[in-house]
């Protein structure tokens, strides 16, 4: 019995997902449940599991994009036999002689040419000779990466095979953006292009913060298994702002304003893959020790792709940290449908005027970016201002004073 893998459907606006990375190789036998590759969409990465135990074939290779419902897999059901090796061409090699129990799709001859249907569809697009081409799949058969790699001018051929090195080498390299880059690219633009974007600074003397994170951090850590970083007081600074100022916690839907009557906060985090922005629930109700456990799961989600729609999809606000990559100032951009978004910075040792006497401090530029359709300069200008008074003032914060 074979057991048809198909793409899943992860949101009701997303009809198409791409081939990340494969995590079983084909001809492998592999356990119901386990899963067996990860998917891209426009909007996370996810991985797609097996119902069944067998042996897996590929039906697509890595970066094909494919219809929500397509085969991108089968496994034909069966134990594993004794010695199995995990190995494509070691298991053809043992079948009997055929070397053609491939990794791909079945090639497809062309004259004497060995080429997989979707390779050949490609060089058609692309003007690709074939028999320039030379196959790197199992029987020399010519795949997909062979003729992208030919058509962008790489040492495929056996013509380019044979010139010097030098000329072969490449001085630029091209690849497909990935669903979530596109999606991240498309949605800056939109925001950059429907909002009006204005941002206004502030400082904040980071002095009581770090001393009460110093003073509580051993007895947080043992009693809640999590320490105490800045973003928890960040995000509770930002929801006595959003209370303070309302109009910040609302947005603009066609030519109605939404006010929200709820504070869940999105706080952006940097993945190989992409920005992520997950979104902390209720912060108004919950605890520090709440928010750090919610940050640190999300952020383990999204580094493993594992993080799903309902985690990204919600917040009325966004705290962005440049600072952990070393920015001192930036202008972060829009978060849409969002009417604002908090950029934090690096800490840093400046001298300021305290009390007419010059000391050192360690101080953080803040920036809130905001949409002026929505929200006016004094608004803005007041919601940053109690941020920063939050944040120099803890201990208030933290009694609600």
Same mark, same amino acid.
């Given at each position: 019995m074979v057991q048809e893998i198909k793409i899943p459907s992860v949101g009701e606006s997303i009809t198409s997902a791409t081939v990340g990375t494969w995590l079983k190789a084909d001809g492998e036998y592999v356990e119901s449940g386990e899963e067996v590759l990860m998917i891209e969409t426009d909007k996370v990465s996810t991985g797609i599991p097996t119902e069944t135990s067998g042996i897996l074939k590929h039906q697509a290779n890595e970066g094909d994009d494919l219809d929500i419902g397509a085969v991108v897999a089968i496994v034909e059901e069966g134990e594993a036999s004794e010695g199995h090796s995990e190995s494509p061409e070691e298991e053809a090699a043992d079948s009997d002689g055929s070397s053609e129990a491939a990794a791909e799709p079945a090639p497809e001859p062309a004259g004497d040419?060995?080429?997989?249907?979707? !390779?050949?569809?490609?060089? @058609? @697009?692309? $003007?690709?000779?074939?028999?320039?081409?030379? $196959?790197? $799949?199992? !029987?020399?058969?010519?795949?997909?990466?062979?003729?992208?790699? !030919? !058509?962008?001018?790489?040492?495929?051929? @056996?013509?380019e095979k044979e010139a010097p090195a030098a000329a072969s080498e490449k001085r630029t390299t091209r690849k497909k953006l990935s669903p979530l880059r596109r999606k991240i690219a498309t949605h800056l633009v939109n925001a950059q292009q429907e909002a009006a974007i204005l941002s206004t600074f502030n400082e904040c003397d980071m002095t009581n913060v770090m001393a009460l994170r110093k003073r509580v951090q051993e007895d947080f850590v043992a009693k809640h298994g999590v320490k105490l970083g800045f973003m928890s007081f960040f995000i509770k600074a930002v929801v006595d702002g959003l209370k303070a100022v309302p109009g910040i916690n609302a947005q603009i839907e066609g030519d109605e304003i939404v006010q929200n009557h709820f504070h869940d906060v999105g706080v952006a985090v940097g993945t190989d893959k992409g920005l992520f922005v997950p979104v902390i629930r209720d912060c108004d109700t919950k605890s520090f020790a709440e928010i750090e456990q919610d940050i640190i799961g999300y952020a383990t989600k999204a580094r493993e792709g594992s993080i799903s729609l309902d985690d990204l999809q919600g917040g009325v606000f966004t705290i962005t940290n440049g600072g952990i990559y070393g920015s001192l100032l930036s202008t972060p951009i829009l978060n849409p449908p969002q009417s604002g978004i908090l950029g934090m910075h690096s800490i840093q040792q400046r001298p300021v005027a305290i009390d007419g006497e010059v000391v050192i401090r360690p101080m953080m530029y803040l920036a809130l970016s905001y949409d002026h359709r929505i929200v006016d300069g004094r608004e803005a200008v007041t919601f940053l201002v109690r941020v920063k008074e939050c944040i120099e003032n803890p201990d208030r914060m933290l009694i609600g004073v």
């Open positions: 040419i060995r080429v997989t249907p979707v !390779a050949r569809k490609i060089a @058609e @697009e692309e $003007g690709v000779d074939l028999s320039s081409v030379t $196959g790197t $799949g199992a !029987a020399g058969k010519i795949t997909k990466s062979d003729v992208l790699e !030919a !058509a962008s001018g790489g040492a495929s051929s @056996e013509k």
